[in-house]
DNA sequence: GCGACAG
DNA sequence: ATCTTGTCGC
């Protein structure tokens, strides 16, 4: 057989296989913003009703105003189980149906779940932001890899995210006073100030931002 | 071998 | 993610 170029549209059907890809993938990753002007913006979320099926949400917003001009969906059967580290490839199928639905191109992703933060630098994030061709951010509710300081107890209070080799591989964000901060990081063509920078313009009074707030909300989930 | 582990 | 009411706090 012929090698395999790195493809990101192809998907694993084992874990090691997925393991796999995601090491070739992850080369593909890139860090730095071009500073391209964003008009709108696309959150993701998947939700699971039942135990084999998935709701996928897609909601865009404009920017910086955040009010909402798209929004599609896509309810399917699941394809692949829930396995950390390996959650782009049960997210990813749903969401780019829905995805097919859009009329307006968005110019950045939201996504709920790491970017390179993650055991192969290559989570959810990066890799629908590759499939896509798009600058992505990773914006996860709890860690999953590398490790951090408690970042300050006010809005705007963070501490960086390192991997083994004390790199920094994210950010640690208080989005509020007082609430559990989330994990922001890197998913595609962009870096990690702008991509802080960018979580907080689209987080307004709640934890969460606005964009993947209605974005969980339009898949099924609760508040 | 043991524990940790996005959604 | 999901199972789920009241309750604590601003």
């Avoid at 135990?51 to 105003?65: D, F, L, Q």
């Avoid at 994210?170 to 006073?177: A, E, I, M, S």
Wanted: hydrophobic share 40%; aromatic share 6%; net charge positive.
């Amino acid at each position: 057989m012929k090698p395999r170029k790195a493809d990101p549209a192809r998907f694993a059907v084992t874990p090691s296989e997925g393991i796999a890809l995601q090491k070739e993938l992850k080369g593909l990753v890139r860090k730095h913003w071009d500073g391209r002007p964003i008009r709108h913006i696309a959150a993701t979320d998947v939700h699971f009703p039942a135990r084999s099926s998935a709701r996928a949400a897609v909601v865009i917003v404009s920017y910086p105003v955040l009010e909402v001009v798209e929004t599609a969906v896509h309810e399917g059967p699941v394809t692949y189980p829930y396995i950390p580290g390996l959650l782009s490839f049960r997210e990813i199928p749903p969401l780019l149906m829905a995805w097919q639905k859009l009329k307006i191109a968005p110019d950045l992703l939201l996504c709920d779940g790491q970017g390179i933060a993650h055991p192969r630098g290559f989570g959810l994030a990066s890799h629908l932001g590759l499939v896509l061709g798009l600058p992505s951010i990773g914006c996860a509710k709890s860690p999953l890899f590398g490790s951090f300081d408690e970042p300050g107890p006010l809005k705007g209070g963070r501490a960086p995210i390192r991997d083994g080799s004390n790199r920094t591989i994210g950010t640690v964000l208080r989005t509020r006073d007082g609430v559990n901060p989330i994990f922001v990081s890197v998913g595609h063509l962009i870096d990690l100030r702008t991509a802080v920078r960018i979580v907080l313009s689209c987080t307004t009074r709640f934890r969460i931002p606005d964009p993947l707030r209605a974005a969980h909300r339009l898949a099924g989930g609760n508040l």
